[in-house]
């Protein structure tokens, strides 16, 4: 499976029988499954369908979904004779001709001008047989707008897989200057209370458990071996592909959660410095997996 984004457009047009129509989707990111649909007047009835084919190459995002129709539809065009009505035209106008003494036929096509004797009616389309030429067209839309989507999920992974890499290495070079700054601050201590204490000696035992307190407090290798837990997972939900969106977003939060944990515990210039640079790839990778289905 790749990674999809949930960015993405699809449009197909097909045409039968004089009339034209013509599916256009539009996809962005959204937390929930959001599909907006705009049919023509008495398409209705194909609502669910359509709603049920768009949920099988969704799992989330605002989907605005249009079907618009064009073309002929004189086939659907039905003109009705109001008899009754017109009788009452013919018997009234033979009843003026009688009263008046007119002597003058009643001809069709002035009985037919009369308001409402002629009624033109617009059938309803055969909607099952029109369902059946638009689904193949809204599977191809679909299939157009998950070619993109694919298109674009495949760029976000890449740009994830390498600042997931120079995470990484942030986190190697963290692991390799901890021995370094705890025998800094093993000096440091020493130091200050040779200057505290003056001419009086330094008891070895003490001056080493006050050096194992420190390290103690500064020990970060729960944190790293997190990180780089959350760092093979990360890799293993890329390569995993569908619907790992959420998955990624929640690894974002777990990997500041534990990187702030770290430079809590490390009041280092240095690795302030490091954590920043990490922090600042976190929040580039969080924007992008916004974009991930």
């Known amino acids: 499976m790749t990674v999809k984004s949930m960015t993405g457009f699809g449009r197909e047009e097909i045409s039968k029988e004089g009339r034209s129509w013509t599916f256009e989707l539009k996809c962005v990111n959204n937390r929930?499954?959001?599909l907006k649909m705009k049919l023509p007047r008495g398409y209705a009835a194909l609502e669910e369908k359509i709603r049920k084919k768009a949920a099988h190459s969704f799992l989330r995002g605002r989907i605005d979904?249009?079907?618009?129709?064009?073309?002929?539809?004189?086939?659907?065009q039905e003109v009705r004779?109001?008899?009754?009505?017109?009788?009452?035209?013919?018997?009234?106008?033979?009843?003026?001709?009688?009263?008046?003494?007119?002597?003058?036929?009643?001809?069709?096509?002035?009985?037919?001008?009369?308001?409402?004797?002629?009624?033109?009616e617009q059938k309803d389309e055969d909607l099952e047989k029109v369902w059946s030429v638009l689904e193949p067209a809204l599977c191809s839309a679909l299939e157009n707008c998950a070619t993109m989507r694919e298109c674009e999920g495949q760029a976000l992974a890449s740009d994830l897989a390498g600042r997931l890499i120079l995470f990484t290495e942030t986190i190697d070079k963290i692991e390799k200057d901890i021995p370094v700054l705890l025998k800094?601050?093993?000096?440091?201590?020493q130091e200050r209370l040779?200057?505290?204490l003056g001419n009086i000696q330094l008891d070895p035992a003490r001056l080493a458990q006050e050096v194992a307190i420190m390290a103690d407090k500064s020990d970060v290798t729960e944190e790293?071996?997190?990180?780089?837990?959350?760092?093979?997972?990360?890799?293993?939900?890329?390569s995993d592909g569908h619907g790992v969106g959420r998955k990624l977003d929640f690894?974002?939060?777990e990997f500041l959660r534990e990187v702030n944990t770290l430079a809590s515990k490390i009041t280092d210039a240095t690795v302030a410095h490091l954590a920043v640079d990490l922090k600042s790839e976190l929040e580039k990778m969080r924007e992008q997996v916004q974009n991930i289905e």
């Open 32 to 34: 929930y499954f959001d």
């Open 65 to 76: 979904l249009q079907l618009t129709v064009s073309g002929d539809f004189s086939d659907l």
């Open 81 to 120: 004779v109001n008899l009754p009505l017109a009788k009452g035209y013919k018997n009234a106008l033979l009843k003026i001709a009688e009263e008046f003494a007119i002597d003058d036929a009643i001809s069709l096509s002035a009985l037919a001008s009369y308001p409402d004797v002629l009624v033109r």
């Open 184 to 189: 800094q601050r093993e000096s440091t201590l």
């Open 194 to 196: 040779e200057k505290l």
């Open 224 to 238: 790293i071996v997190r990180l780089r837990s959350h760092i093979v997972q990360f890799h293993q939900f890329l």
């Open 251 to 253: 690894l974002i939060q």
